[in-house]
């Protein structure tokens, strides 16, 4: 990992520990530390033990979660959905259909998304921090043109449609 990348509550991380290899989630723990966890009842380790290898994702299923059986339930059941392989356009594609997801479905924005993230080729703009932590309908599934990226397009009354990607967003009703 850069020297840049901060964890942060939720990041969904490649870590080592103990020279093992393996998936888990950043939680802040009642201690006040932020810990990694792997699920499945392994035993976590404080960010000063583990190595982050790559930031993979984030999910706000974490916020609040202060002991490692409550967050291990959650990365269990986080890992348990399918991961999409392949380029961003596939994995989009795949992660739309997963969902079943269509033109004015509701999906609700969970965090910013950093610029060139996951392969995704739009910046973050300010004027986005007004869809953040709330649910919109999606407007379209954009396909790659000539002017944009595949990405997910939703419509803000006063901010106007701007182009979100899949990794950021969670089916809402």
Request: overall charge negative; some cysteine.
């Amino acid at each position: 990992m850069t020297s840049e990348y901060v964890p942060a509550v939720g990041d969904v991380v490649e870590f080592e520990y103990g020279g093992e290899k393996s998936k888990g989630i950043v939680f802040k723990h009642c201690d006040g530390q932020l810990k990694v966890t792997a699920g499945d009842g392994c035993v976590g380790s404080g960010l000063h033990a583990a190595t982050i290898t790559r930031k993979i994702g984030y999910t706000d299923k974490m916020d609040g979660v202060d002991f490692y059986a409550s967050a291990d339930t959650i990365v269990d059941n986080y890992f348990s959905t399918p991961t999409f392989e392949g380029t961003y356009a596939e994995r989009q594609a795949a992660w739309v259909k997963h969902h079943d997801l269509k033109v004015g479905d509701k999906v609700k924005v969970v965090r910013k998304f950093e610029s060139g993230e996951d392969g995704f080729g739009e910046k973050w703009a300010d004027i986005k921090d007004n869809f953040t932590g709330k649910i919109f309908a999606i407007n379209e599934i954009q396909k790659k043109n000539y002017v944009f990226s595949e990405s997910i397009c939703l419509k803000h009354k006063k901010a106007g449609i701007w182009l979100f990607p899949y990794f950021v967003l969670e089916p809402a009703k």
